[in-house]
């Protein structure tokens, strides 16, 4: 199981990005990914998650109405959709699949996820 994620970059404040995590070894759509970022001085957070197979999804409070998460079951692959971007918002942005679904991320788990995707920088010029 691997996971790939892409999208980072330098954005100025107000500014959008999407992400991408692309998911490979799984056998069925059975999995939640979810999103997660650490900021420069802070811990982990969980941002997002999706379950693949009904598309439920979660968004934390901190980014509700800025972010929105997708997906693509055909390509295996969740997106992060980053709209009016804050100079807060910059972070390592890392994606981690868990076959429990979004529970745990739901409840502020931030470790112990089955698969995890390299990082991807954010960063948000003010």
């Known amino acids: 199981v691997q996971l790939q994620a892409s999208g980072g970059g330098l954005v100025q404040a107000g500014g959008s990005l999407r992400l991408s995590c692309s998911a490979s070894g799984f056998a069925d759509d059975d999995y939640a990914i979810g999103w997660f970022r650490r900021a420069p001085g802070k811990g982990r957070e969980g941002v997002s998650c999706i379950r693949l197979r009904d598309r439920s999804t979660y968004i934390a409070d901190s980014v509700a109405g800025r972010f929105t998460i997708s997906s693509d079951n055909a390509r295996n692959t969740a997106y992060l959709e980053m709209n009016s971007l804050k100079p807060e918002d910059t972070a390592v942005y890392y994606c981690?699949?868990?076959?429990?679904?979004?529970?745990?991320?739901?409840?502020?788990?931030?470790?112990?996820?089955?698969?995890w995707g390299q990082g991807t920088l954010v960063t948000v010029s003010s």
């Open positions: 981690a699949a868990d076959w429990r679904g979004c529970a745990n991320l739901r409840v502020g788990v931030t470790s112990g996820y089955d698969a």
